[in-house]
């Protein structure tokens, strides 16, 4: 079994940063962990993704240059670092651990953490 517990949400302005973390544990390996996000009514979309082997990166065009995915092998997490944020980043964003970019490749989620941005 896998568990992905997500941390580092929160209240922000416009234009501000925060940093999610992603703490990766079990014995089942998937090559790419990724970062979903799902705002109030819409469905949940792609936002950045990473090798675990290599470091290959991968990005949503609407995060590109704000947003930045980095990974800690040692301690089996993950991390996201969002700048610049914009109310639309506002969002339940979520880890996970899979095999490409698409959000049907993915089989195994944390549990989200809320992150807010204001105007």
């Known amino acids: 079994q896998v568990q992905l517990v997500e941390s580092g949400g929160g209240l922000v302005q416009a234009g501000g940063s925060l940093r999610l973390s992603c703490a990766a544990s079990?014995?089942?390996?998937?090559?790419?962990m990724g970062w979903f996000r799902q705002a109030p009514g819409k469905e949940r979309e792609f936002v950045a993704a990473?090798?675990?082997?290599?470091?290959?990166?991968y990005y949503a065009d609407s995060v590109k240059g704000r947003f930045t995915i980095s990974r800690d092998n040692a301690k089996s997490t993950v991390y996201l670092q969002m700048n610049s944020l914009k109310p639309e980043d506002t969002a339940v964003y979520y880890c996970?651990?899979?095999?490409?970019?698409?959000?049907?490749?993915?089989?195994?989620w944390g549990q989200g953490t809320q992150v807010t941005v204001s105007s």
């Open positions: 996970a651990m899979g095999r490409s970019t698409s959000l049907n490749d993915y089989d195994y």
């Open positions: 079990g014995r089942t390996f998937r090559p790419l």
């Open positions: 990473i090798s675990w082997i290599g470091g290959s990166t």
